[in-house]
């Protein structure tokens, strides 16, 4: 469903991605780790054609990204779930749940747009009481629990979710992983999250992609993931600072 092959990237004289390969099949929910500036969010970034590759190819579906004619219907395939959420402080819940439904492609009439917003809202566990709200009003918890509703308001073939527990205690932690797992099987959907914490990992993943000098390092399903023997792989799971990777200190 989304192939990257030999994907470069450079800003400047810094090199991120150096030869990037990662398939990532229908249904799947893959998880991508790996150091500070690996280059992770870039490599979202270049399926969402909001980074042009140097080189290397992307498909989505067997179509070349860089090749759709219609940009909106494209990204309309998509949800995403921001690091920090990422709500609009000015809007209503509702209407940040119901962004991409209020305008371009996926423009409903406004009240089936607030019906869906508050039917995504309760798949997250909040009531309708919270639609009228203002973000600042809500928890780090509830504002992510909104970001996830607001990805998934469009019913997305895609979904990417970077850092989903960022910020959280480790029990609503828990809580996000759950819901995301919990969606992404019932919707079907192909799901790419970028995370540090590994029990997010654990949680969310069919496979894990290690990242590190902008290349996949080990790809493998989660359950053979604490018997690998990659030292690299290793010291990034068990955090520890000896090890290949290095480490400003
Ligand atoms: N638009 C840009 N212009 C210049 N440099 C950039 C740009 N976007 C990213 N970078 C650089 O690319 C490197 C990789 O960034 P990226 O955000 O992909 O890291 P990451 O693996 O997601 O890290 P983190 O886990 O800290 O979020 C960083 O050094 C960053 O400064």
Redesign the pocket.
């Known amino acids: 469903m989304i192939s990257l092959q030999d994907v470069h990237k450079a ?1 400047g004289a ?1 090199e ?1 991605l150096r030869g990037l390969d990662l398939d990532v099949a229908k249904g799947e929910s893959c998880v991508i780790i ?1 150091g ?8 979202l970034k270049c399926v969402l054609g909001l ?1 042009t590759p140097d080189r290397g190819t992307i498909m989505v579906d067997g179509e070349d990204i860089t090749k759709t004619g219609d940009r909106d219907a494209f990204l309309a395939r998509f949800g995403m779930l921001f690091q920090g959420a990422a709500l609009f402080d000015s809007l209503p819940v509702w209407q940040n749940v119901a962004f991409r439904l209020l305008r371009g492609s996926l423009k409903r009439p406004r009240a089936e747009a607030k019906e869906i917003a508050i039917e995504k809202l309760r798949r997250v566990g909040m009531g309708p009481d919270v639609a009228d709200l203002f973000p600042a009003e809500l928890s780090g918890g509830m504002q992510k629990r909104v970001g996830l509703a607001r990805a998934i308001a469009a019913d997305p073939e895609i979904i990417f979710f970077d850092e989903p527990t960022s910020g959280l205690d480790p029990i609503m932690a828990g809580v996000i992983n759950e819901l995301i797992r919990e969606i992404v099987v019932e919707m079907g959907a192909t799901a790419v999250t ?1 995370t ?1 914490d590994m029990t997010s990992v654990r949680a969310i993943a069919d496979k894990v992609a290690m ?1 590190h000098r902008g290349k996949i390092r080990w790809h493998g399903p989660v359950a053979d993931m604490d018997r690998a023997d990659d030292p690299y792989l290793r010291q990034f799971i068990t955090g520890s600072p000896n090890g290949p990777i290095e480490t400003l200190r």
């Open positions: 800003f810094k991120i790996g500070s500036g690996s280059g992770k969010s870039v490599a980074i970028i540090h990242l």
